[in-house]
Nanobody, 114 residues
Framework: QVQLVESGGGLVRPGGSLRLSCAAS????????MSWYRQAPGKERELVAT????????NYADFVKGRFTISKDNAKNSMYLYMNSLKPEDTAVYYC???????WGQGTQVTVSS
């Protein structure tokens, strides 16, 4: 059974940092392109970042370039999102996704507020 379990969300002040984790089971992260999506209240879900199956290629949405870093540890079957210089507009539920398979995690809330 495929599971994607996100963790690491929380409340952080503007300018702060968080690390999100996605623990995968039921499949090998080394065989899948994986992504982080987010959804803010009243807005549609949007792609944040994508990482290749091997973890050697990444892409970012313009609004996070230079601030967020996506990575994978295929030995741990996990994916991460390092978020720096957080802004209030980064407030959203963040999801771990394997889009080609239609697999989504339950999400983790990130709130950026003073």
């Amino acid at each position: 059974q495929v599971q994607l379990v996100e963790s690491g969300g929380g409340l952080v002040r503007p300018g702060g940092s968080l690390r999100l984790s996605c623990a995968a089971s039921g499949f090998l992260t080394s065989r899948e392109i994986m992504s982080w999506y987010r959804q803010a209240p009243g807005k549609e879900r949007e792609l944040v970042a994508t990482i290749s199956d091997a973890g050697d290629s990444t892409n970012y949405a313009d609004f996070v370039k230079g601030r967020f870093t996506i990575s994978k540890d295929n030995a741990k079957n996990s994916m991460y999102l390092y978020m720096n210089s957080l802004k209030p507009e980064d407030t959203a539920v963040y999801y771990c996704v394997v889009l080609t398979r239609g697999w989504w995690g339950q999400g983790t809330q990130v709130t950026v507020s003073s």
